[in-house]
């Protein structure tokens, strides 16, 4: 049978401690974070092996190490970045001031809870948290959560929130 959504998928790379998830719609790509920064290379070379040349949203779910340290090799590797959604913590540590130097040469866009954005048709991204400003003392509660909708399938992406 044919598939509903073709052109449309969902890849989870393994980058050991931390996460990277791979969002390919025919009309617009997402990554979700990028593991720690040993990783960045696998999650490039992947995405190249994939044909990527271009990510419409880079997703920083918060600002550990595992979570950011790849996407600095993947902002540093030629692929076009058009937005980066991030929940506007800083940090003081040298992978976020990496990650930072180079994320701000893009859109960087606040992520708030009720964003919506479309991918594709059929498939959607909804921003679940954080609220601005954000709630939380703990770090983590304060991770981007995303739902990603394919049609009558979804998933939600935490980041690290415990909440």
Not at 8 to 36: A, H, M, N, R, W
Not at 66 to 75: E, R, S, Y
């Amino acid at each position: 049978p044919a598939m509903p959504y073709p052109g449309t998928g969902v890849c989870f790379i393994d980058v050991g401690q931390g996460d990277s998830i791979y969002v390919d719609t025919p009309t617009k790509d997402v990554l979700i974070d990028g593991g720690p920064r040993s990783a960045g290379s696998k999650v490039a070379q992947l995405l190249s092996s994939r044909g990527v040349s271009r990510l419409d949203y880079v997703i920083a779910t918060h600002a550990d190490a595992d979570h950011i340290g790849g996407l600095i090799t993947v902002l540093q590797s030629g692929i076009d970045v058009g937005n980066i959604l991030w929940n506007g913590e800083t940090r003081q540590t040298t992978t976020f001031q990496d990650w930072f130097s180079l994320a701000s040469q893009h859109a960087m866009l606040q992520a708030s809870r009720g964003q919506n954005y479309t991918l594709a048709s059929g498939v959607w991204m909804l921003v679940v948290n954080p609220t601005q400003p954000l709630e939380f003392t703990e770090s983590n509660d304060n991770s981007i959560t995303v739902k990603i909708q394919i049609g009558q399938t979804g998933f939600m992406r935490t980041g690290d929130c415990e909440r």
